[in-house]
């Protein structure tokens, strides 16, 4: 169950980006950070050279296409000097492309081209945000909602396999 998050931590990302924590959340203890998409590379480098959440963990999506900012973006962040975790929340509408992490954590680069692959998100300089998982050719991205699993590519099973899908 999620509970509003009033410690040391918030209360400093607050002082340092106002309006941009959006909220802070808890989370079976771990601290949730909702923050606006055009601060992201300021709180990013905030969080692993002030704070010492110096490993990207994971970087992923979720698709809520009923909301008004359709996806949010959740980088999973690990401070080894704490031992502890930081999440933070990025809501954003179906248009908007945040900016890379690849300059803060280059391990975003390969989860930043997963995110775009399955879901569409496009990240603003990232140096070869190109397919990961599936073949260039490909049409769409599954890992949307609005993705019609029933018609998974019909089309590229087709031209590339030589047969009808099975679907």
């Not at 980088?75 to 933070?88: D, E, G, K, P, T």
């Not at 049409?139 to 993705?147: A, E, I, T």
Request: charged content about 30%; aromatic content about 10%.
């Amino acid at each position: 169950m999620q509970v509003a998050l009033d410690n040391e931590l918030s209360r400093r990302y607050r002082e340092r980006f106002g309006a941009a924590i959006l909220d802070a959340l808890e989370d079976r203890k771990q601290s949730i950070l909702i923050v606006e998409a055009a601060q992201l590379p300021e709180i990013a480098r905030y969080s692993r050279d002030e704070e010492k959440f110096d490993l990207l963990e994971d970087y992923t999506a979720v698709d809520w296409p009923r909301r008004g900012k359709r996806f949010d973006l959740i980088a999973q962040l690990y401070s080894f000097r704490h031992n502890a975790r930081l999440r933070l929340k990025i809501p954003l509408g179906a248009e908007e492309q945040p900016a890379t992490l690849v300059d803060v954590w280059p391990a975003a680069n390969w989860l930043e081209r997963e995110i775009f692959d399955l879901f569409g998100i496009v990240f603003r300089g990232h140096p070869n945000l190109k397919r990961i998982l599936l073949p260039d050719e490909w049409q769409g991205h599954p890992l949307r909602k609005d993705y019609d699993i029933l018609q998974q590519d019909t089309a590229w099973v087709r031209e590339n396999l030589g047969i009808e899908s099975g679907q």
